[in-house]
């Protein structure tokens, strides 16, 4: 596997595909199954601070109405939660040789001290901060919530020696700008992007449901543009390419494009794990096709600052791609 080698968050991978952040890398059996077909790291399932919070409420609604109650509660279900997380990579530390990503996913900027002692403690490698700060308050400006972000940047940083990546979605205002402010506070790799549940509406039924949970290939459209830009933009900033990764061919446009790593989800659901190994192969056998001996042989050669039409990425509205109509 030396053809596909790969660097990311100073870890040596085996190969640039990553299994990203679900219910398939909270078990042993998928973590083992996964290097066994080839993959290069493990992102372990999310510990999710809302769940949390969710389920210490429900405890706590449940409850003697006493303060000390509430809190004794509060703690015990807490730490309940962290420390099966804790337990689950431990355990996958033991059983693999690969390295183990640990993964957050926080809504506020209060509870990252603590996790990331306790996850650094327990032996990952790396950790993937998946922040969403949700802009639903219309007295909060868009630098105030930006603000967020970078305050959980400097709280973890201030806790935790682990290299770590951030996870975002692509609804800012001018995304090169903001990852470059985040670089500026010392970190430089991203997981663009992260796919959130999207509501739709039920005409028949007047309820609202949802749209489905697994990405298509279509939806590599969401983050090939930006993973050129960025890298070209900012060539020091470390990319995962996540969404839409489905086969050899979505692959292979990330990292033509500029990233470092892709992160693949929904096609193991579908296909099964064993689809590692394919996509591994077809990679391997397209750089032979091209004369390749690395990834970092042709890593970026279409990023946005290594194409002559830089307009290709830039171009937003259709009709000027098919007309001369302005």
């Known amino acids: 596997m030396k053809k596909l080698q790969t660097n990311y968050l100073g870890l040596e991978l085996s190969s640039p595909l990553i299994m990203s952040s679900s219910g398939l890398s909270k078990t042993l059996s998928n973590i083992k199954s996964a290097e066994e077909n080839g993959i290069g790291a493990v992102v372990l399932k999310s510990l999710f601070e809302e769940q949390i919070i969710f389920e210490s409420n429900k405890a706590i609604s449940q409850s003697i109405d006493y303060p000390e109650a509430q809190d004794y509660i509060k703690n015990y279900s807490r730490h309940n939660s962290v420390n099966e997380y804790l337990e689950l990579i431990k355990q996958a530390k033991r059983t693999v040789k690969i390295p183990i990503i640990a993964s957050i996913n926080c809504a506020t900027d209060v509870e990252w001290e603590d996790f990331t002692k306790d996850i650094e403690k327990a032996g990952a490698d790396a950790l993937e901060l998946n922040i969403n700060v949700s802009p639903f308050d219309t007295l909060l400006s868009s630098a105030q919530v930006e603000e967020k972000y970078f305050n959980i940047i400097s709280q973890v940083k201030q806790n935790t020696k682990l290299k770590f990546a951030i996870k975002i979605g692509n609804n800012f205002t001018n995304l090169p700008h903001f990852i470059q402010q985040m670089s500026f506070r010392g970190v430089n790799t991203f997981v663009l ?17 949802h749209s489905a949970a697994m990405s298509s290939e279509n939806d590599i ?7 050129a830009i960025i890298k070209g933009l900012l060539p020091d900033v470390e990319i995962s390419a996540s969404t839409g990764i489905h086969s050899a061919n979505t692959a292979i446009q990330q990292l033509l494009a500029g990233a470092t790593s892709v992160q693949i989800c929904s096609v193991l659901y579908k296909k099964g794990i064993k689809e590692i190994q394919t996509i591994n192969n077809e990679i391997k056998d397209w750089m032979d096709k091209n004369t390749y001996n690395s990834v970092n042989d042709f890593r970026g050669k279409l990023s946005y600052a290594n194409i002559k039409d830089k307009q290709s990425y830039e171009r937003f509205q259709f009709i000027k791609h098919f007309t001369s109509i302005e």
């Open 221 to 227: 459209k969401h983050s090939l543009r930006w993973v």
């Open 193 to 209: 992007f992260n796919k959130f549940y999207e509501p739709i509406i039920d005409i028949n039924k007047l309820e609202l449901t």
